[in-house]
């Protein structure tokens, strides 16, 4: 649904997500982790707050490690960094140098502010420039120290402002969820949350989650790796251009529940709705509204006067208050590219699902963050988790394969150049997209977003881009293919679907429209997934029957799941989500013929009025109504396929798409074919009378009957795969 009706979908589907590119490579995959320690009953709050930690003085500071651990491990002997840039920091202690075969820096040596700022500048300016994207901030911090701190272009462009990274707020879409998880992660260690309990124990009755027949409970842990089974929809209300049309959190949950369609545990596929049951767990058992709690807790401890969850509207009750007027004036403008330039856009309201990605914040507030991220939540001499709270967010709920990004209790990991591992997380809204990535071997945090549609590549790109530049050997690429694969191509070819998407309805239909690919094999022995913008190419790792890939020009990974020699599905680099195979009638080809069928024999079934002769119009009472009936299926079809192709060329702007979700269009268009769809079962039922006939003076010709029994089957093909893709239920959404 961008500027087409498949760019659109796809946005939707991409929405407060944003993950960077992703390298192979612990030797394997990591252990599911114990639950966190929990204390015998619940601690109040007073006992729980932030407590200031006596800051170490500066003659006492530890003198240089002198072991050095192997190059990409998390916990590693370290030295002394210079003095921290933020005032009251903690000193973070960097990793001993370790010998990495052809890349610029080992482990051990800090980033030099030079070369790294010309590298960012040529690299910021350059996507600014070709990707067309209106202003950007960016943070990068190491050893205690913000090495980096920089704005470039616009926030504003009538009148012009610039972005000032101490000031201007951009919006951080499921960046936003980090807060979420440290909030929740207070109360585990409060004693008022188990991650292994049902989730239900800890929200109001109204917004529990109901079985739909699994009979297996969703745990607070399901969340956090984004494994509690739900179905992804976002149209019509994840995001609101109206603020008026801002709903409290918890009547979104209630009015915007989700279907079951896995059970719990089973597969990660990323979900809003599943953070914001979060969220509403946090609010049910602190009795604080959450963007007060998580200001209380995090926010105003580490000194982040800039970043809120609050939305720039006017007060409303019962809603959260607004933004405050001096933060509202610096937020960054959203803007849209256009043939004719840049065009502003309005705010983008998430306030009805906050926790999920409603936050906004500067590039100083995210340096401070990360440093106390770096620092196993501690800056300026406080404390906003505990110690075993700060293993958990770099240890994985649950294994994946080599290369897949999985989930530290909320935080993504990512597997980057020169084998480091990464934690933190996208986000992006409709025009906004983010990234922030700690890397703790290297003491690095990097914190870039972009204010402007165009701007999710270099958002994505970013991180790896920066630690590959300066700390992973050069490759050289392409990877060669594989003859092997060219023999073995029907393991894995095929038409794949995303876990992440609606199963039934209107939202349904589009995004199984849009919301996969075709994997193929190329003659050189390359694997190739996706389509359109999407597509990419892959080269095995290892044996076919591992099903393991890396990319030809990268170091991204993919994992087919693989059952009696044949894949199933795969494991994308971004760990939200898993493809499956498709059946047949499930592919996009498929649905295309058929409706150029139902298309063709309705034009001729109307033609038909003007150009048969006199001999042709002979028919008896039973054929003269199967004729009005099958001319007004053919009246249906048309006029749903045209109200269809209307609505996909309002579709450049997905903003609109996703405001006014499903729209007057395509409701009628899936009303008619409703219709014609219905019809085909009265032309069933009236085929043997058709070719029983009569005299041959008041009956059809045989030509005619083969033609409308033709058409019925048509028809009927047409409606039942129309049917399995959610495209009949016009009041469905």
């Not at 960016?138 to 120290?145: A, E, L, P, W």
């Not at 994505?460 to 920066?466: G, K, Q, S, T």
């Not at 039973?622 to 004729?627: G, H, L, P």
């Amino acid at each position: 649904m961008k500027r087409s009706i498949v760019k659109a979908a796809v946005a939707a589907l991409a929405l407060l997500v944003a993950a960077p590119a992703a390298v192979a490579q612990d030797p394997a995959p990591a252990a599911p982790a114990p639950a966190v320690d929990l204390p015998d009953a619940p601690v109040p709050y007073t006992k729980i707050r932030p407590q200031r930690r006596p800051q170490p003085k500066a003659a006492s500071r530890p003198a240089p490690a002198a072991t050095a651990p192997a190059a990409g491990a998390a916990s590693a002997a370290t030295t002394a960094a210079p003095g921290p840039a933020v005032a009251g920091a903690v000193p973070t202690l960097a990793r001993q140098p370790t010998t990495v075969t052809g890349a610029r820096l080992s482990a051990g040596q800090a980033l030099p502010p030079a070369e790294l700022e010309a590298f960012v500048d040529g690299m910021v300016k350059d996507a600014m420039g070709r990707e067309h994207i209106a202003g950007v901030t960016v943070s990068v911090v190491q050893n205690g120290q913000v090495v980096l701190k920089k704005g470039y272009g616009f926030a504003d462009l009538d009148p012009r402002r610039p972005v000032d990274p101490d000031r201007t707020l951009f919006r951080l879409g499921s960046i936003s969820k980090t807060f979420t998880w440290i909030a929740l992660m207070k109360e585990v260690e409060a004693g008022r949350i188990r991650l292994t309990a049902p989730i239900n124990l800890y929200l109001p009755e109204k917004v529990r989650v109901r079985d739909q027949g699994y009979q297996r409970d969703v745990q607070v842990q399901n969340l956090m790796d984004h494994s509690p089974g739900f179905e992804d929809r976002a149209l019509g209300h994840l995001f609101e251009g109206d603020p008026d049309r801002v709903r409290p959190l918890e009547l979104y949950l209630r009015q915007e529940r989700p279907r079951r369609v896995a059970a719990p545990g089973v597969v990660s596929t990323y979900s809003n709705y599943g953070v914001g049951l979060a969220g509403q767990a946090v609010t049910y058992v602190s009795g604080k509204p959450f963007e007060q709690q998580v200001e209380d807790e995090i926010f105003t401890p580490l000194g982040m006067g800039r970043t809120t969850f609050r939305e720039p509207r006017e007060a409303k009750r019962g809603l959260p208050g607004p933004m405050p007027a001096a933060l509202a004036a610096d937020v960054s403008d959203a803007y849209r590219w256009t043939p004719a330039g840049f065009e502003r856009r309005g705010f983008e309201y998430v306030g009805q699902i906050a926790p999920a990605g409603a936050a906004s914040s500067t590039a100083a507030d995210m340096a401070r963050y990360m440093i106390a991220l770096l620092n196993g939540g501690q800056l300026n001499g406080v404390a906003i988790y505990s110690p075993r709270t700060a293993q958990a967010f770099r240890r994985p709920l649950r294994p994946t394969p080599t290369g897949i990004n999985g989930w530290a209790h909320g935080f993504m990991i990512y597997e980057l150049p020169g084998g480091y591992r990464g934690f933190g997380h996208g986000g992006d809204t409709i025009f906004f997209h983010s990234n922030m990535v700690t890397v703790p071997a290297l003491n690095l945090g990097i914190f870039i977003s972009t204010n402007t549609e165009t701007g999710a590549q270099l958002a994505a790109r970013f991180p790896d881009r920066l630690v590959r530049e300066f700390y992973a050997a050069p490759h050289t690429f392409p990877r060669p293919g594989s003859p092997e694969l060219v023999r073995q191509a029907g393991m894995f070819t095929g038409h794949y679907l995303t876990s992440r998407r609606a199963y039934s309805g209107l939202e349904g239909f589009v995004t199984s429209l849009i919301g996969g690919g075709e994997v193929s094999v190329t003659d050189a022995g390359r694997l190739v997934t996706g389509s359109g913008e999407g597509v990419r190419t892959w080269v095995p790792d290892g044996p076919l029957s591992q099903g393991r890939f890396v990319a030809t020009d990268g170091d991204q990974r993919i994992a087919f799941v693989m059952r009696d020699g044949k894949a199933t599905g795969y494991l994308p680099t971004f760990g939200g989500a898993r493809m499956e195979r498709a059946p047949f009638w499930r592919r996009p080809p498929v649905l295309a013929v058929l409706a150029a069928l139902t298309a063709f024999a309705a034009i001729a079934t109307l033609g038909g009025i003007f150009l048969r002769n006199r001999r042709e119009f002979r028919e008896n009472a039973i054929q003269a109504r199967a004729a009005l009936v099958q001319n007004i299926q053919a009246g249906l079809w048309l006029i749903s396929m045209a109200l269809l192709a209307v609505w996909a060329t309002k579709t450049g702007d997905v903003s609109q798409i996703i405001y006014r979700w499903p729209g007057a269009l395509l409701i009628t268009a899936s009303a008619c074919a409703l219709v014609a769809a219905a019809l085909t079962l009265t032309t069933i039922i009236a085929l043997p009378a058709i070719w029983r006939g009569g005299r041959r003076v008041d009956s059809w010709t045989h030509l005619r009957k083969a033609f409308f029994t033709v058409t019925v089957l048509v028809y009927a093909a047409f409606s039942v795969v129309l049917g399995l893709w959610g495209a009949l239920s016009p009041w469905s959404g």
